[in-house]
């Protein structure tokens, strides 16, 4: 099914909105979520086959298309900021570079637009790799998301070489945080890692007010979930764009 979705392009976007925990109702990004299509047009999540599919050339395959679909729409929205997961291996990746660094060059307004998120483990698989493309790429503006972390296996020791820009902690340590006091305890500690090494830091799966007042109280910058919004394909921004049904009527 996936592979038919990549030689068919029947690939989209979701996107969800990471709030500003200061003022919730402001958006601070929002992130590109790949979607695949199956036979019947149902939109598949990308929990439901990235897994299966991330170590091989299908994989890479897919961040090339969910680079390029979020890359055209950051040059058709200049007001927005996106991030866009991606895995450690397509770093190396030729078609996935030559995406990039060809959006990059047409427009030079996407590099500081452009959030890149890379989760813990496939950070740790080449950190040496990863460590150069960042040095590389932020010059450019282009800031680094070190995503679920504490779910994987990152060694403290790399933070002072990564340099990420934005720290999400993992949904397991967020969700029911509020009546969760380990789960405070170890949040507290990656908040405390986060600010030594001046990471904007994000909540993930956020999904009631006392978790995300909790969450805000204790210092984290931004919040992301389904009690501000699921991800969805049709965003405000485009939304915005279609004619209403008394224009497309008249």
């Known amino acids: 099914m996936v592979r038919d979705a990549v030689v068919h392009k ?3 976007l979701a996107y969800q909105p990471v709030m500003r ?6 958006v601070a990004f929002y992130e590109g979520l790949i979607r695949v299509l199956d036979a019947t047009g149902r939109v598949i999540p ?3 086959f990235m897994p299966k599919v991330e170590g091989t050339d299908l994989g890479r395959e897919i961040d090339v298309q969910a680079l390029r679909m979020g890359l055209q729409t950051l040059r058709a929205n200049p007001g927005l900021r996106l991030s866009i997961n991606m895995s450690a291996r397509s770093i190396g990746y030729t078609d996935w570079n030559k995406t990039l660094r060809r959006h990059l060059k ?3 307004t996407l590099g500081e637009r452009l959030i890149l998120e890379i989760t813990e483990n496939s950070a740790m698989l080449v950190p040496e790799l990863v460590v150069n493309f960042m040095d590389e790429l932020q010059p450019h503006g282009v800031c680094f998301a070190l995503d679920n972390y504490g779910a994987g296996n990152t060694a403290i020791r790399y933070f002072k070489d990564f340099f990420f820009d934005i720290l999400k902690i993992d949904g397991q340590f967020v969700r029911g945080i509020a009546q969760n006091p380990d789960n405070r305890a170890i949040t507290a500690a990656l908040l405390s890692v986060a600010g030594h090494f001046d990471m904007l830091t994000v909540a993930e ?4 007010a006392e978790d995300a007042a909790l969450l805000t109280q204790m210092g984290v910058d931004c919040l992301q979930g ?10 405000a921004w485009l939304r915005q764009n279609q004619p209403s049904e008394q224009a497309r009527s008249g």
Do not use: G
């Open 226 to 235: 389904y009690f501000f919004s699921a991800p969805t394909v049709q965003p």
């Open 205 to 208: 799966n956020v999904e009631n």
């Open 106 to 108: 047409q427009d030079d």
């Open 21 to 26: 925990a200061s003022n919730p109702a402001k």
């Open 46 to 48: 990308a929990s439901d």
């Open 10 to 12: 029947q690939m989209l």
